[in-house]
């Protein structure tokens, strides 16, 4: 009897989130508030919008503070305000805890195509970014860090997507990837420790995807638990990657749809895994419409543990 209850404890349950239609196939950014509400971008077919994953699946916020805005990675503060990243305008937006405004909290000319965002406890704000080229080149994509108005170059590598920070803010996680041809060839993870100002320390190999046959596979949104553990998306490989802190595959969630673009521990307790894409299998890229799958994990996500404690606070945006 003690075993059976022991096995019954490590089922993940799943199903669908019912935003089916609701979102478009740019959906991406997922990101959890202080009462474990999930929200994404691209709601219907507008890409600067955000809008729900919970309740309703309704629209949160348009963004219509600069023409062509792109919306594509969130992260929630404690008072409800958001930071997103605007990809076509290089810079990163706040928006209002009621979604009714926005102004651009830092920008910077040299930021490629910002894409994903890690925050801290003390408010530091890093951001990955990639320029998609048939050959990919260093400086096609790298790492800044806002720590006010103007977003500062850390680092220049191939092109970056999933960024998220460890538990203890220790280290610093990004992907790498690199296209020959039109299409992926190589995907790493770097783990990089932090100075105690937020800058970058020693570089080291965390994941590569060569190890397991899919380094043709890009990695996109990544996320941490409270114990360490960080779940990835791996775009067109239809599945949720959980790496243990030493960099061993624990556990791959296999979805309803090939493109997963990002992922969030939400939930009252965070401890439902929400992961976004764009629905189906094989549907090529800005077709079709947005999907959401859920599943229960045993840990809870770091941003809501934070978000919780009342963590991090931020000045006040700058306008745009």
Same mark, same amino acid.
């Given at each position: 009897?003690?075993?059976?209850?022991?096995?019954?404890?490590?089922?993940?349950?799943?199903?669908?989130?019912?935003?089916?239609?609701?979102?478009?196939?740019?959906?991406?950014?997922?990101?959890?508030?202080?009462?474990?509400? =999930? &929200?994404? =971008?691209?709601?219907?077919?507008?890409?600067?919008?955000?809008? @729900?994953?919970?309740?309703?699946?309704?629209?949160?916020?348009?963004?219509?503070?600069?023409?062509?805005?792109?919306?594509?990675?969130?992260?929630?503060?404690?008072?409800?305000?958001?930071?997103?990243?605007?990809? @076509?305008?290089?810079?990163?937006?706040?928006?209002?805890? %009621?979604?009714?405004?926005?102004?651009?909290?830092?920008?910077?000319?040299?930021?490629?195509?910002?894409?994903?965002?890690?925050?801290?406890?003390?408010?530091?704000?890093?951001?990955?970014?990639?320029?998609?080229? %048939?050959?990919?080149?260093?400086?096609?994509?790298?790492?800044?860090?806002?720590?006010?108005?103007?977003?500062?170059?850390?680092?220049?590598?191939?092109?970056?997507?999933?960024?998220?920070?460890?538990? %203890?803010?220790?280290?610093?996680?990004?992907?790498?990837?690199?296209?020959?041809?039109?299409?992926?060839?190589?995907? *790493?993870?770097?783990?990089?420790?932090? *100075?105690?100002?937020?800058?970058?320390?020693?570089?080291?190999?965390?994941?590569?995807?060569?190890?397991? $046959?899919?380094?043709?596979? /890009?990695? /996109?949104?990544? @996320?941490?638990?409270? *114990?360490?553990?960080?779940?990835?998306?791996?775009?067109?490989?239809?599945?949720? =990657?959980? &790496?243990?802190?030493?960099?061993?595959?624990?556990?791959?969630?296999?979805?309803?749809?090939?493109?997963?673009?990002? #992922?969030?521990?939400?939930?009252?307790?965070? *401890?439902?895994?929400?992961?976004?894409?764009?629905?189906?299998?094989? =549907?090529?890229?800005?077709?079709?419409? $947005?999907?959401?799958?859920?599943?229960?994990?045993?840990?809870?996500?770091?941003? #809501?543990?934070?978000?919780?404690?009342?963590?991090?606070?931020?000045?006040?945006?700058?306008?745009?």
């Amino acid at each position: 009897m003690i075993i059976l209850v022991l096995v019954a404890t490590l089922v993940l349950s799943t199903d669908a989130a019912g935003c089916e239609g609701k979102f478009g196939p740019f959906i991406e950014g997922a990101a959890v508030n202080k009462q474990g509400e =999930v &929200f994404a =971008v691209n709601v219907g077919s507008q890409r600067n919008t955000i809008g @729900r994953l919970s309740g309703d699946c309704s629209l949160f916020a348009t963004v219509t503070d600069r023409p062509n805005t792109e919306l594509n990675s969130i992260r929630v503060l404690p008072d409800g305000r958001m930071l997103s990243t605007d990809t @076509r305008n290089q810079r990163v937006v706040m928006v209002s805890a %009621d979604g009714k405004q926005a102004s651009t909290y830092c920008e910077g000319a040299g930021m490629v195509a910002p894409n994903d965002l890690a925050l801290s406890s003390s408010g530091l704000l890093y951001i990955s970014g990639q320029r998609w080229t %048939d050959a990919t080149a260093v400086g096609d994509g790298g790492m800044w860090l806002c720590r006010g108005s103007v977003a500062q170059q850390l680092t220049l590598l191939g092109r970056t997507n999933g960024i998220e920070l460890s538990p %203890d803010e220790k280290s610093l996680y990004v992907s790498e990837a690199f296209n020959k041809g039109g299409r992926p060839v190589s995907n *790493k993870i770097w783990r990089y420790a932090l *100075k105690p100002d937020g800058s970058l320390g020693a570089k080291t190999l965390f994941f590569d995807f060569m190890q397991d $046959g899919s380094a043709n596979v /890009d990695v /996109d949104g990544m @996320r941490t638990d409270t *114990k360490g553990n960080l779940y990835v998306t791996r775009n067109e490989g239809q599945a949720v =990657v959980k &790496f243990s802190p030493s960099g061993k595959i624990l556990k791959k969630f296999t979805l309803n749809f090939s493109a997963p673009t990002n #992922l969030e521990l939400g939930g009252p307790q965070g *401890k439902t895994l929400y992961a976004v894409g764009r629905c189906g299998i094989g =549907v090529p890229w800005g077709s079709g419409s $947005g999907c959401v799958q859920r599943f229960s994990v045993e840990a809870p996500g770091r941003a #809501l543990t934070l978000l919780q404690q009342g963590k991090p606070q931020l000045a006040q945006a700058k306008s745009g």
